[in-house]
C-alpha cells in the first residue's frame, strides 16, 4: 500500500523567508504528484503535478521537485508571504488503477509578518 | 464555470439517521470521486467513478453508497450514520483530457451525534 509522509507537519517562518516543505512516498511507481493548498474550512487547490517523467515543475514563486526513485518531492516556496499561510498538502497517483490518490497528512504553513 | 460544488456545506445528523451528500461539477469530466479528511490522517479514498454507471470502492467504503447516472453528478449516501462517520466529505473530478489535476470541492462538515 502506498503511503504518504510530510514532514514538518508544521512550519512558522518570518516573511520574506524562503522554505521547503518535504514529501516522501513509499511506492516508487507513481503516475504524478500533485500539491495541493488548503486554507481552513476550505476546499483543496492544486497548486503543481509533477508527471512520474519530470524532475520538476514551476509557477511563480512555486517550484516542485520529484526523484522517483528516492521517493522524494520537494516543495520551495520563494520570498514567503503572509498570503501564503496555509496547509500543504501531497498526493500520489499510483501508475496502475484508476485516477485515485494518496494523500500525505501535510504541513501546516504559517508566515509571520 | 462553477467547478466542483458541494451541498450542503454542514449538517448534523443523529446516529442511525440516513442523507446524502450532494456533488455536482459543470466540467465534463469523467472521473468522479469522494474523500472523508480526518484530524492527523490524510483524505481517504471513499468511492470513485470512471463515467456515468461506473462506480467502485475505494479505501474506505463501508457505510457509504455512490450512484451515478449522469456525467455532472456523483451523490454520496450515508445509510445508517455513525459518530465515526463524522469527518470533512471531499468531493473531486478530473477530465480524461486536458491533463491530470484533480479539482475538489468546497467540503461537506458533517457531524453525528
Known amino acids: 500500500k502506498q503511503e504518504v509522509t510530510q514532514i514538518p507537519a508544521a512550519l512558522s517562518v518570518p516573511e520574506g523567508e524562503n522554505l521547503v516543505l518535504n514529501c516522501s512516498f513509499t511506492d516508487s511507481a507513481i503516475y504524478n504528484l500533485q500539491w495541493f493548498r488548503q486554507d481552513p474550512g476550505k476546499g483543496l487547490t492544486s497548486l503543481l503535478l509533477i508527471q512520474s517523467s519530470q524532475r520538476e515543475q514551476t509557477s511563480g514563486r512555486l517550484n516542485a521537485s520529484l526523484d522517483k526513485s528516492s521517493g522524494r518531492s520537494t516543495l520551495y516556496i520563494a520570498a514567503s508571504q503572509p498570503g501564503d499561510s496555509a496547509t500543504y498538502l501531497c498526493a500520489v497517483r499510483r501508475y496502475t488503477g484508476a485516477n485515485n490518490l494518496f494523500f500525505g497528512t501535510g504541513t501546516r504553513l504559517t508566515v509571520i509578518p | 464555470n462553477a467547478g466542483v460544488t458541494q451541498t450542503p456545506k454542514f449538517q448534523v445528523l443523529k446516529t442511525g439517521q440516513s442523507m446524502t451528500l450532494q456533488c455536482a461539477q459543470d466540467m465534463n469530466h469523467e472521473y468522479m470521486s469522494w474523500y472523508r479528511q480526518d484530524p492527523g490522517m490524510g483524505l481517504r479514498l471513499i468511492h470513485y467513478?470512471?463515467?456515468?454507471?461506473?462506480?467502485d470502492q475505494g479505501e474506505v467504503p463501508n457505510g457509504y453508497n455512490v450512484s451515478r447516472s449522469t456525467t455532472e453528478d456523483f451523490p454520496l449516501r450515508l445509510l445508517s450514520a455513525a459518530p465515526s462517520q463524522t469527518s470533512v466529505y471531499f468531493c473531486?473530478?478530473?477530465?480524461?483530457?486536458?491533463?491530470?489535476?484533480?479539482?475538489f470541492g468546497p467540503g461537506t462538515r458533517l457531524l453525528v451525534l
Open positions: 467513478s470512471v463515467g456515468a454507471g461506473i462506480t
Open positions: 473531486a473530478s478530473k477530465g480524461d483530457r486536458g491533463g491530470e489535476t484533480q479539482y
